[in-house]
Structure formats: C-alpha cells, structure tokens
C-alpha cells in the first residue's frame, strides 16, 4: 500500500498532493510531509485529495492538527478534491463544519 | 444442525502494516455475501478504527490480535480483540453488554474520532471490557434488495 504527499508552489498558493490511502500504517508519512511546511503569515495552502483512495480517524486527526498549525501560525489552509465518500467522513464527524472542504470538481458544462 | 453462519477467523501481530490486509480481506468477505459499495467502504473504515486501536492501545511490546467474521444471509459480525488467543465465538458474543450513548460522547473527548466512526458506520457496536482484553463486536445488515439477490443467486447454483 502506497500514499505520497507532495506540494508545489504556485503563484501565491502552496498546493499540496496528497495520494493513496490514509490509515495507521501510512499516517507517520502524510505528518511529517505536512509537518515540513512552513507556514508564513497570510499564506494560502491548498490540499488536494482527489486521488485519495481511503481515509479513516487517523487521517482525520493529521488533517486537523495541521489545520490548527497553519491557522495558528496566520495562514489559510482549504482542503480540495474531496470524493463523495470522503466528504461524508468529514460530515458525519462534524469536521466539515470547522474546516474549509470542497468536494471535487464538477465539469462544467459549457 | 448446522449453524446459519460461515465464520472466519484471523489472526495478526498488532502492527499497523497490517490494517489493510484485514481491512481488504473484511471488504472482500462483506462483497461476497452481498453488501453494496457503500456499506463496504463502512465496514472498512469500522474495521480499520477497531484493529488501530488494538494497534496502538492494546500492547506494551508486540502482541496479536484477533479478527472474526461471521457471515450470515443477511447481515455480517465483526468481533475485534486483543486477546492473544483464539476465542469462542459465541461465548465472547454472549458477554458483551449495549453500548449506551452517553458513552459514546465521553468516549469521543478521550479517544478521539475511531470509536464515533464506528458507532456511526455499522448498526450496531458493543464493547467488551474483561481481564483478558478489550473486544470491539459490531454488526452491520444488508439492504433489503441485495439480500434477495444474494438468495436468488444461491438457489440458482
């Protein structure tokens, strides 16, 4: 099993990648990739899920104490990508309330 | 008589590289009696919280930790424990008392989301709490429609 969590700047926004499934055994590596961002004042980070496959508690959990960091150290942080799936994760726990989710993106019809 | 359920038992060494096999083996156990994508993802999630927190809470050094599945027509049990050894099924099951609801809020501000997500995601969840160990049992049913789909696939065979 396989997870990678990787970010890239872009014009002012720092985009994270997250990828693959979130469990116990995955967690330590989706921390420290999201403990080795330096949050500055007024920075705007935004975590893709897309192409996560599974989260449970212990994922949630990272997702929120980075959320605190990033809030306490002055920045934004909006998780992006979410499945339907993991949407109703975040619902159920009340999360989605307390942080800034966004589900995946819809093709527009033109 | 025989009994109205297949029961499978596993057992693993509590580390966390292997909450994704149990969990992959549950959704594949779950799939084969019927229980839609949905109720599958639930039961990995349910599975994952129970088998994590043996993982993390149940030992000082290493230690195992036993997964059963009982399958029946309609419904799957799920019993986690951290007991070294194998148990009887249905003595175990016959120990476990309700788990109230006012548990559940306390159990959310000490131990964080794993037992809420359980609680949440299967119908029904009971603790066991003796000398032994802690054992997690929880049931999750079929909808309606897939157990007769189930039915209909068994009688044609």
Redesign the interface.
């Given at each position: 099993?396989d997870m990678k969590v990787y970010f890239k700047e872009d014009d002012n926004v720092l985009r994270g990648y997250v990828e693959g499934?979130i469990?116990?055994?995955t967690a330590p590596q989706l921390r420290d990739g999201l403990e080795a961002v330096e949050v500055t004042e007024g920075l705007n980070i935004e975590v893709d899920l897309t192409n996560v496959s599974?989260i449970?508690?212990?994922g949630?959990?990272i997702f929120v104490a980075f959320y605190k960091r990033v809030q306490r150290e002055g920045g934004n942080v909006r998780l992006t990508g979410l499945s339907e799936?993991i949407k109703h994760?975040f619902k159920?726990?009340g999360l989605s309330e307390l942080m800034n989710i966004e589900g995946e993106k819809k093709v527009k019809l033109s | 008589m025989t009994k109205p359920f297949d029961y499978v038992e596993m057992k693993f060494p509590a580390k966390s590289q292997y909450v994704s096999v149990i969990r992959l083996t549950v959704s594949s156990l779950a799939s084969r009696i019927g229980f839609s994508y949905d109720d599958i993802e639930d039961l990995k999630i349910a599975v994952s919280e129970a088998v994590t927190n043996v993982v993390h809470h149940a030992y000082e050094g290493a230690g195992e930790m036993v997964i059963g599945c009982a399958m029946y027509e309609e419904k799957i049990e799920l019993m986690i424990s951290d007991y070294g050894s194998s148990f009887e099924y249905e003595t175990v099951k016959s120990t476990v008392g309700p788990y109230h609801n006012e548990q559940s809020i306390e159990n959310l501000r000490e131990g964080g989301l794993g037992l809420y997500l359980m609680d949440a995601l299967m119908d029904e969840v009971l603790l066991a709490n003796n000398d032994s160990g802690v054992t997690v049992f929880m049931t999750k049913y079929i909808a309606r429609e897939q157990v007769d789909e189930v039915a209909e696939k068994v009688t044609t065979q």
């Open positions: 099993m499934e469990d116990a055994y599974y449970d508690s212990t949630l959990g799936r994760l159920i726990t | -």
